[in-house]
């Protein structure tokens, strides 16, 4: 049971390229989401699932565009990177949108 | 959206001592209240959570209060060990934003 997986762990990005920041899990949860965690800021929702097909905006989405084809993955696209993203990223799911959500061990972006 | 304030930013006590943090919300609607720990490099994980309808909930050396009419609740750890040092987290949920609210962390520091 390697309940969620993110990868890559580090990416450093040049201004205006574009990448997927991968999150799967194993737990057959149906509530996905990813947050970016800054300094002094703690995590802020940037796009969450409530189940396969399903996403929604959470506080900081723009720049950012995700999609649930199943009910495991979740990944997150950044179109055209910008310094401002520079962030960890966090993926996280659980079973419903109040219970305990698992995190997984995030991915460190540089955008230069 | 949930105002959500996090008291102190910074606390450091000796090994043994009592720690306590605060963590203000300011939606009436929020029904789940839990606390999250984030160790170097790694996600949030859950230690404790409180829902509503229960004033306060202890798990061996943890314990979180909730005082609804005050929209307010705390974290504290009695007999703290080095183990403790960590950012902790509150996250109040609200199920008309169908969303945790992070606050913004604090950094529990115990010292030998």
């Known amino acids: 049971n390697a309940g969620v997986t993110q990868t890559p762990k580090f990416q450093v990005l040049k201004t205006g390229q574009s990448m997927t920041l991968q999150c799967a899990q194993d737990?057959?949860?149906?509530?996905m989401s990813w947050y970016r965690q800054d300094p002094g800021m703690g995590l802020r929702l940037i796009h969450y699932?409530?189940?396969?097909?399903?996403?929604d905006q959470g506080e900081v989405p723009n720049g950012y565009n995700v999609s649930r084809s199943t009910t495991e993955d979740f990944p997150l696209r950044l179109l055209s990177a910008a310094p401002s993203q520079t962030s960890v990223y966090f993926c996280a799911s659980s079973t419903f949108t109040d219970t305990e959500a698992f995190f997984g061990q995030g991915t460190r972006l540089t955008v230069v | 959206g949930e105002n959500v304030e996090q008291h102190p930013s910074t606390l450091s006590v000796q090994e043994g001592d009592s720690a306590v943090i605060k963590c203000t919300y300011s939606?009436?609607?929020?029904?789940?209240f839990p606390w999250y720990k984030q160790e170097l490099g790694k996600g949030p994980q859950l230690i404790i959570d409180i829902r509503s309808n229960v004033g306060e909930k202890k798990d061996q050396r943890i314990a979180v209060t909730l005082n609804k009419t005050a929209k307010h609740f705390s974290l504290h750890i009695t007999e703290t060990q080095p183990e403790d040092s960590a950012v902790y987290f509150c996250?109040?949920?609200?199920?008309?934003?169908?969303?945790?609210?992070f606050g913004t962390g604090t950094q529990l520091k115990v010292e030998l």
């Open positions: 939606d009436s609607a929020s029904n789940y």
């Open positions: 996250a109040p949920y609200t199920g008309g934003g169908n969303k945790l609210t």
């Open positions: 737990m057959n949860h149906e509530y």
């Open positions: 699932s409530v189940g396969a097909g399903i996403t």
